[in-house]
Structure formats: structure tokens, C-alpha cells
């Protein structure tokens, strides 16, 4: 693809998963009231990130690019299910917290690749 890399949109679908296995942790795992706030601060600046991340697509490179990662992030759902269904949520909830912003430095370091 010309105009969207797709290791660009690989990491969005990676980033849009942790961001969301970040939320769930914050809401079911956090007991703390400042844990839980500092957790899911992170994950409503996930949100923001995922959609700063589409609309600079859609300035930079085309109006319609950002349909690309997103119709591909919701097909991603499929095999995070097969991955939850093996490690668990609460080790994916862990690993989120440093795996999104990660994969959020990644996706836009390989957009303007």
C-alpha cells in the first residue's frame, strides 16, 4: 500500500487492543482510588491518541485512510480473543499498561517512515 504503511496499521490494531485490555484493568482490577484513577487517565489518553492518530491520517495522506486501520483493528479483535482466551485479562490488562504507548510511538514513527 502507497499510502498507509502497513506496519503503521499493524500497530494501531495492536494499540487499539491494549488500549482497550487498559480500560477493562482500570475498571475490574484497580482497587485503589488513585490507582484507578492513574489508570484510567491512561487509557482515555489512549483513546485521544487512537483518534489524533486517525485524523492525522486522514490530513496528511488522504480523507479516507483512516477507514483502513480502523476496519482492520476491528478484524484484529478476533485473534485478541484467541490471545485472551490463553494468557487471561488480567495479564493482558499488565502488559497494557506499557505495550499502548509502545505501539502508539510505533505507529506514528512507521507512518512517517
Do not use: N
Amino acid at each position: 500500500m502507497e499510502l498507509l504503511p502497513w506496519p503503521s496499521i499493524a500497530f494501531y490494531c495492536a494499540f487499539g487492543i491494549f488500549v482497550y485490555y487498559q480500560r477493562l484493568y482500570a475498571q475490574v482490577y484497580a482497587d485503589d482510588g488513585w490507582t484507578k484513577l492513574l489508570l484510567t487517565g491512561m487509557a482515555f489518553a489512549g483513546m485521544l491518541t487512537g483518534f489524533v492518530y486517525l485524523v492525522y491520517c486522514g490530513w496528511t495522506l488522504a480523507w479516507w485512510v483512516p477507514v483502513i486501520p480502523l476496519g482492520m483493528s476491528a478484524l484484529a479483535t478476533i485473534p485478541a480473543i484467541l490471545v485472551e482466551r490463553l494468557a487471561g485479562r488480567l495479564a493482558l490488562g499488565r502488559i497494557a499498561v506499557l505495550a499502548w504507548p509502545l505501539c502508539a510511538y510505533l505507529m506514528f514513527h512507521t507512518l512517517r517512515a
